[in-house]
């Protein structure tokens, strides 16, 4: 025991070392604007204090987050990384509940999964949410049910689908009869409303405020039912998931066979370890499917969830270098040594050009260079995607640069002379709904500017990727 808790720390040590001199070497692109938004709230919120609220930038999330975020993007970074260490160590402690007798692999488990390895290297919410998901699944195996509620009712507050998991916890309070453990689920919704009133002067902003709540299925269109299936071997990697269902088949068969059907902690872990990740896949498919949610159908989102399905995979390979073991040492030496170093090449390699600026930042920082050279700063500028504002390190909320979403049949009419427009082909034509036509053919608005990138490429919607530079007369 005392040989395995030296091996775990040593790893998380050396593995924070590594992640930081990463950090500060590479820049990281996964997640594009999402990464940019969040990042952008959490740090100023400390000026702004009413982000802090801010139903898209989920309010736990940014909280948790802000202070490392004064120390720019490298800061929250490594608040990711220290949350899925955290995670991981809590899966490694969740696991001497289960009889797990390889206890420290949960560990190259949870953070060499491809989605949660890159996810760490970020400022995305998933990381968090996994911290807390797992944390409420080890105070429940701790009986400290009531704890576990408190802990999961703000899971909607670090990403909004997390309330669907809020059944499966209520079905195992109720099968433990830990009836009063129930209503505390809805401690964060208490806590946050009240927290918001003051400001949004509505008790229910939470359900009022959703960002989600609109449609813009011809924006983002919708896929396959099996989209995220598909999508397995770069989500969980291909030795993650043979181990998951390898565990899964092993608990299943352990509850019917040894458990005899019987309300054991097969049941409850099927429930809530498994489950969740299942059914988390199973909402996100469904709106995909189905086009509902402003969903992108962006696989990141199962990061949030990789855990859960690690420690399944940590009963998979358990069960697997047991049953090995019984033929030979060597074979088991031989079958873990394979699956460790699997597991930690697919984790590294299949985002690993990520760890780069995409091709979308590098033409925006070209424009960012370009409006600093001209000095056009110093005029008021309205532009579309966060990324130049972040990349102009101007005070995003201020009223000299103002990310645009244009209203009305002539939204140019509204503003003022010499003001600039950042159009991009991404977010223009479509969270932007400004089409470029429409902008070339006012009268009022000349170009000032148009970058291309070096090699083509088309993005969302299926718009050749350019940005335009253009300012009022």
């Not at 488990?109 to 797992?134: A, D, G, Q």
């Amino acid at each position: 025991m005392k040989k395995e808790n030296t091996f775990v720390w040593w790893f998380v040590v050396v593995f924070l070392f590594v992640a930081v001199f990463v950090i500060f070497k590479t820049e990281n692109s996964f997640g594009g604007s999402d990464t940019i938004s969040h990042y952008k709230i959490a740090h100023w919120a400390w000026k702004y204090p009413h982000l802090l609220l801010d139903s898209w930038g989920k309010p736990v999330f940014t909280l948790l987050i802000s202070p490392w975020a004064q120390f720019g993007m490298n800061g929250a970074r490594v608040y990711n990384v220290i949350i899925g260490l955290c995670t991981a160590l809590l899966l490694w402690r969740l696991s001497f509940y289960l009889s797990i007798q390889h206890k420290w692999l949960g560990l190259f488990l949870v953070v060499f999964v491809p989605i949660y390895f890159i996810s760490m290297f970020t400022s995305l919410t998933e990381v968090t949410f996994s911290f807390i998901l797992i944390l409420s699944v080890f105070l429940f195996y701790k009986d400290k049910m009531v704890w576990s509620a408190v802990v999961l009712s703000f899971l909607p507050f670090v990403r909004t689908e997390g309330a669907i998991l809020f059944v499966l916890f209520i079905g195992a309070f109720a099968l433990r009869k830990r009836y009063l453990a129930i209503p505390f689920l809805l401690t964060g919704f208490l806590v946050y409303s009240v927290a918001g009133w003051g400001y949004y002067h509505d008790f229910w902003w939470i359900v009022n405020q959703n960002p989600y709540s609109g449609n813009a299925v011809d924006i983002y269109g919708h896929g396959s039912l099996l989209h995220f299936i598909d999508k397995m071997p770069v989500i969980l990697g291909y030795p993650v998931v043979i181990l998951f269902l390898i565990g899964l088949i092993v608990i299943i068969v352990h509850w019917i066979k040894s458990d005899k059907w019987r309300l054991s902690k097969s049941v409850y872990f099927l429930l809530l370890v498994p489950g969740s990740f299942l059914l988390y896949l199973a909402a996100h498919s469904f709106v995909w499917w189905r086009g509902m949610g402003n969903s992108l159908g962006l696989i990141r989102v199962m990061a949030a969830v990789a855990p859960a399905a690690s420690l399944t995979a940590l009963v998979g390979m358990d069960w697997l270098l047991k049953s090995v073991q019984k033929f030979s040492r060597v074979l088991k030496l031989t079958v873990l040594s394979v699956f460790l170093i699997w597991i930690i090449m697919v984790g590294i390699s299949t985002y690993l050009s990520a760890f780069s600026v995409s091709p979308t930042e590098t033409l925006l920082s070209e424009t960012a260079i370009f409006i600093k050279h001209k000095q056009l700063d110093n005029n008021k500028i309205y532009y579309f995607d966060p990324y130049l504002a972040y990349k102009l390190g101007a005070d995003p909320y201020s009223n000299q640069i103002i990310q645009w979403y244009p209203k009305g049949n002539n939204p140019v009419a509204k503003l003022p002379g010499g003001c600039i427009v950042v159009w991009d082909a991404h977010f223009g034509p479509n969270e932007g709904r400004e089409p470029l036509n429409d902008l070339l053919k006012n009268d009022a608005m000349g170009v000032v500017k148009i970058f291309r990138p070096k090699y083509p490429f088309k993005v969302l919607g299926g718009y050749d990727y350019s940005i335009y530079v253009f300012q009022k007369k």
